[in-house]
């Protein structure tokens, strides 16, 4: 006979109520106007706004400007990624607790700010001071990428096992050889595999900044649709699929690399 699952604990059935209640409270309280979304009018509207992105436009000189800005969104994506990742292990040490108990809450605090300002808030903030461009896209990818790797990389550091570290302490290793000897190995793949997954979701972000001045196939796009030049529009908008669908499989390969 199998044995009986132990009774759930109230505050479980609690927690799950109110889930509930807050899922039924955010369905009553927004305007859902699903008649007029699927109004016939709504429905011919869509359609004749779609019908304009074709035929996209092919000439050699439109899609040699595409693919240039289609590097420009790829490489604000990596070096900011890259910048991130830097900055995001820097901060990691001291908010996993390695410098001490009150830098931590310290840091902690100052990712949480980092991450909390979304990236088109950056990228505002950024060209004011750095001006029009994919510098200040790749600057606001930075900030707030580093926000999100370096609190993603404290707790992986601060989830290992301690043991293999303790050991090399305790035998007369220095405190920063027993680290890279024995923590970050173990931490390692994990971080990666944030790190790219993170690119990922930059690539996207950088195509959005775009849409603010940061440069890349986002610029290109809020120009095209602002003169409703829509099979311009459907190009660059093609272009950001490929873009995503191909860092998304490199991306996973990559990661399928690191995890085996």
Known sequence: MAPTPPPRAPGTWLLLAALLALVVASFASLPLQWAAFFAPEALDSAAEFLGGFSPPETSPAFLARTAGALWETLAMSLVGTLLAALAGLALALPAAG?????????????????????????????????????????????????????RLFADALENVEPLPESSLRANGAAPLAAFLYATLPQALPQMLSYTLYRWENNIRAAAVLGVVGAGGLGQMLKYHLSLFQMPSAATVVLAMLLLVAAVDAASYALRRSLTR
């Open 98 to 150: 390695r410098l001490g108990r009150s830098l931590r809450a310290l840091v902690r605090v100052l990712l949480n700010v980092l991450r909390s300002i979304p990236e088109l808030v950056w990228a505002a903030l950024l060209l004011v001071a750095a001006g029009l461009g994919p510098f200040a896209g790749t600057l606001a990818l930075a900030a707030h990428t580093s926000g999100v790797l370096g």
